[in-house]
């Protein structure tokens, strides 16, 4: 089963407030990542935050770690119509042949109404 | 410019045929990977190459095949389509383990 799973699957809120989405992993890993693809386009990465590190703010972005519960949030403040896009937690672990490997969540969709 | 790009954007083709993705690099990135997202939008890691080795292959089925001419490239060959080989394939790159990986456009295949 996937590593990364993201609360709630979708979320719509008015502009200005702040969206909250969560994301929960199994193994032990080296970071987090997150990302965020809008509609029929790629990938951008947003911000990465270290297993030994708690916080990490970015802008209008700030994500939380906790090891001990595997579960990250990402919160986007004051947000904007052009947040529209869907939102992913990454996790990069160490695979058992010491590789790294990026395993991507299934998204949060979040719908920014003007 | 653009630092990893894929060709085509769009490729429908129909079953049975066999199919190449390009994707270049321009970051003097070391390793390479192409990702797979279904309907459901979730991305699994189908393959990464450091180096012209390749150091995970996820169990996708040996129709599938990366080649790389060079560090800057990974190409993806598909061979006999199935309908279920429709999806987006993104293909990315990362410079040291642990860093950012950046990811092209995508390439949308749709098989029929």
């Known amino acids: 089963s996937q590593q990364g799973e993201e609360d709630p699957q979708a979320l719509s809120i008015q502009e200005g407030e702040n969206a909250t989405m969560n994301c929960s992993y199994k193994?032990?890993?080296?970071?987090l990542q997150w990302y965020r693809q809008n509609s029929g386009r790629g990938l951008v990465h947003l911000i990465l935050?270290?297993?030994?590190?708690r916080e990490k703010h970015s802008g209008r972005l700030r994500v939380t770690l906790d090891t001990s519960k595997k579960s990250s949030s990402l919160l986007i403040t004051a947000s904007r119509a052009a947040d529209t896009a869907s939102y992913f937690c990454?996790?990069?672990?160490?695979?058992?042949?010491?590789?790294?490997?990026?395993?991507f969540g299934t998204g949060t969709r979040l719908t920014i109404i003007p | 410019d653009t630092a990893v790009s894929q060709t085509p954007k769009y490729l429908v083709t129909q079953m049975g045929n066999d199919k190449s993705i390009k994707c270049e690099q321009n970051?003097?990135?070391?390793?390479m990977y192409w990702y797979k997202q279904d309907s459901k939008k979730f991305l699994k890691i189908m393959f990464s190459?450091?180096?012209?080795?390749?150091?995970i292959n996820e169990t996708v089925p040996n129709r599938f095949s990366p080649k790389s001419p060079d560090k800057a490239h990974l190409n993806l060959h598909i061979n006999s389509l199935e309908l279920g080989d429709s999806a987006v394939y993104f293909c990315?790159?990362?410079?040291?383990?642990?860093?950012?990986?950046?990811f092209g456009p995508g390439t949308r295949l749709t098989v029929l």
């Open positions: 990315a790159s990362r410079y040291a383990q642990g860093g950012t990986k950046y």
């Open positions: 193994t032990s890993i080296n970071n």
């Open positions: 935050i270290r297993s030994n590190e």
């Open positions: 990454a996790t990069d672990a160490w695979t058992n042949f010491g590789n790294e490997k990026l395993t």
């Open positions: 970051l003097g990135h070391d390793t």
């Open positions: 190459y450091n180096n012209k080795e390749l150091i």
